[in-house]
Nanobody
Framework: QVYLVESGGGLVQAGGSLSLSCAAS????????MGWFRQAPGKEREFVSA????????PYADSVKGRFTISRDNAKNTVYLQMNNMKPEDTAVYYC??????????????????WGQGTQVTVSS
């Protein structure tokens, strides 16, 4: 079993930065890919970024490429999402997710088995 707890959300002005953290419990954390997703009001949950167990493979959604950076510290069982130059359209609940099996990071939410409770990010214009 893997438990995920996100933190770091909040309110920021457009152009500002926020850093999200996702603390994981469970032995498999260091061996599985992790992902960040987000869901805005009235919209479907969408892929933001993911990271392989080694950190070498980090796909991003086109909408955040060049602005967001995902990273992980396996010694601390934590994955991070650094968000820079934020835009009002980044406003959403951000979710951390973990794959339940070995394999590369995936962009579809159905590939992730464990989910955090989410953290609200609001970007004002």
């Amino acid at each position: 079993q893997v438990y995920l707890v996100e933190s770091g959300g909040g309110l920021v002005q457009a152009g500002g930065s926020l850093s999200l953290s996702c603390a994981a419990s469970g032995r498999i954390f260091s061996t599985v890919a992790m992902g960040w997703f987000r869901q805005a009001p009235g919209k479907e949950r969408e892929f933001v970024s993911a990271i392989s167990w080694s950190g070498a493979n980090t796909p991003y959604a086109d909408s955040v490429k060049g602005r967001f950076t995902i990273s992980r510290d396996n010694a601390k069982n934590t994955v991070y999402l650094q968000m820079n130059n934020m835009k009002p359209e980044d406003t959403a609940v951000y979710y951390c997710a973990a794959r339940g099996t070995l394999g590369p990071p995936q962009t579809h939410l159905s590939e992730y088995y464990y989910w955090g409770q989410g953290t609200q990010v609001t970007v004002s214009s």
